[in-house]
């Protein structure tokens, strides 16, 4: 398939006409199918360098110094062909008192025995602002197993927010491991909000390591699983400076014979820190169903409009500014 031919296909699967994306002149893009990269669109302040490589690209992304980049920069990773490895290796850098946002459209419509592989490594400096939204969209019958894994190191000052999300199609396997360190006065916010069913399987594993005086940090994960689906959640919290907040929330529910297992693990290593957790694992609550219930609606309806308002509908980042929430612990 020409390059143009799978962009357009890419596009189709999120829903997004290409034409109408590229016409936007201060929109940045970067669109990379398997291991080619089909478009680059820069815009000033940002930089960049892609290589290709046999199953995947590598790429530096830098935001320079001072700048804001109002609009988010879209990125595109997928595959279209049922079968196929892509890894994709990112150094990401937000210089001093830059502010951007990415979202990331990583598409395997056709999925049937895909593996893709992102290793990341973010620096966002002193007094900068980076979002983050990682959008998922795989095929009906599962077949994709996601292994992302991620560094980032927060500087004094800097925001930092993330959000994972699996808006269409199954799950199959997804293995996360990303560990944040916060300098002083830093804010960092890390949310997964994934459904399972069938066979699928679910594992995060997530550290923030709150090393700055007043740094602040929530790990949150909300998952819903049916049929026979897996998770696994180990959120991992720790707060070694005066003043550093930190809250670590799980939600897990589970329906027929899945099963779900969540370790919160909290430490504090002075005086003037604290941490809180909150796990919650179970079937959908009693009392909200009868209620939905009452009102009209069948079981499966009532429990598909608890589950909707436990992951939440589709996230947006509309710009830097508005995007990084105050995190309250």
Not at 102 to 129: K, S, W, Y
């Amino acid at each position: 398939m020409s390059d143009s031919g799978l962009l357009a296909a890419l596009y189709e699967s999120i829903g997004v006409q290409p034409h109408g994306l590229r016409g936007q002149v201060d929109v940045a893009r970067i669109e990379v199918h398997h291991n080619r990269v089909l478009g680059v669109h820069l815009v000033p302040g940002l930089e960049v360098d892609a290589t290709e490589r046999e199953n995947g690209i590598e790429a530096k992304i830098l935001v320079t110094e001072g700048t804001l980049i109002e609009k988010p920069i879209q990125v595109c990773f997928g595959m279209i062909p049922p079968d196929g490895l892509q890894q994709i290796v990112l150094e990401v850098e937000i210089e001093p008192r830059a502010r951007a946002a990415i979202v990331a459209h990583c598409v395997f419509p056709n999925a049937r025995q895909i593996r893709h592989e992102m290793d990341a490594m973010l620096t966002i400096g002193e007094g900068a602002q980076y979002a983050y939204l990682e959008r998922h969209i795989h095929g009906a019958d599962g077949g994709v197993v996601v292994v992302p894994r991620s560094k980032v190191q927060v500087g004094e000052g800097a925001r930092y927010q993330t959000d994972f999300e699996l808006i269409r199609g199954r799950v199959g396997e997804i293995d996360i491991d990303l560990e944040v360190t916060g300098q002083a006065h830093s804010v960092s916010e890390v949310t997964a909000r994934i459904s399972g069913a069938g066979d699928d399987r679910v594992s995060i594993r997530e550290t923030a390591r709150l090393v700055g005086q007043y740094a602040r940090g929530v790990l949150t994960s909300n998952i819903a699983l049916r049929d026979s689906a897996r998770a696994v959640v180990y959120n991992t919290l720790v707060a070694s400076a005066a003043y550093a907040r930190g809250h670590v929330d799980c939600k897990e529910i589970v329906q027929d014979n899945a099963v779900a297992k969540a370790v919160p693990i909290v430490e504090v290593n002075h005086p003037k820190a604290h941490v809180t957790h909150e796990a919650a694992i179970g079937s959908v609550n009693s009392k909200q169903l009868e209620t939905l219930m009452s009102r009209g609606l069948n079981e499966d309806q009532a429990v598909d409009l608890i589950i909707q308002g436990l992951l939440g509908g589709p996230s947006s980042i509309a710009a830097p500014e508005s995007s990084l929430r105050e995190i309250q612990v």
